[in-house]
T-cell receptor
């Protein structure tokens, strides 16, 4: 069975500082990987996704993530955060070629950007 | 408007009552999903559907019923609501394994 672990439940950071949100997954087969962002009282918005190809994936709002198959990780990074990046971030996986097609989510990381 | 919509957006109901949450998508996506979001648990899959008339259980299906008679609609029914079902419910749809679109959510409170 697949599982996703987000190693930090909360990450406080100062504005303009770099940030890394960590995500590790467990799966015996190839997976697709995703990062979603949820702003307060809103739905989920796709930040970026890894399906195949280059292991460095660039997404919206200046975020990027790197797929590391040997370490089964998909950490999210941004070189300089803004106050508006304050939100909850979810890492998710789905089976490659699977028939179920459902997403498995981590428990989320709350990013708090302070001035 | 194209997209995925949920109704109602907010609902308060009493323990024991039946409640139906609606989900509608305009893309004719094959896959549809219901998730619940709770503090400390992230999002957990309740039910999903690969096509009309095909549904299957997710991680936390107890107490919920779904149907999918039309591709675009995927209602979720709480047959006899309990306080533990107080949550935010998200519907999602997907045509392929590479992308999911989420609705805005329904905040349900069971008193």
């Amino acid at each position: 069975a697949q599982s996703v672990t987000q190693l930090d439940s909360q990450v406080p950071v100062f504005e303009e500082a770099p940030v890394e949100l960590r995500c590790n997954y467990s799966s015996s087969v190839s997976v697709y990987l995703f990062w979603y962002v949820q702003y307060p009282n809103q739905g989920l918005q796709l930040l970026l996704k890894y399906l195949s190809g280059s292991t460095l994936v660039k997404g919206i709002n200046g975020f990027e993530a790197e797929f590391n198959k040997s370490q089964t990780s998909f950490h999210l990074r941004k070189p300089s955060v803004h106050i508006s990046d304050t939100a909850e971030y979810f890492c998710a996986v789905s089976l490659y070629g699977g028939s179920q097609g459902n997403l498995i989510f981590g428990k989320g990381t709350k990013l708090s950007v302070k001035p | 408007d194209a997209g995925i919509t949920q109704s109602p957006r907010y609902k308060i109901t009493e323990t024991g009552r039946q409640v139906t949450l609606m989900c509608h998508q305009t893309w004719s996506h094959s896959y549809m999903f219901w998730y619940r979001q709770d503090l400390g648990h992230g999002l957990r899959l309740i039910y999903y559907s690969a096509a009309a008339d095909i549904t299957d259980k997710g991680e936390v299906p107890d107490g919920y019923v779904v149907s999918r008679s039309k591709t675009e609609n995927f209602p979720l029914t709480l047959e006899s609501a309990t306080r533990s079902q107080t949550s935010v419910y998200f519907c999602a749809s997907s045509e392929s394994l590479g992308g999911w679109d989420f609705g805005p959510g329904t905040r349900l409170t069971v008193t």
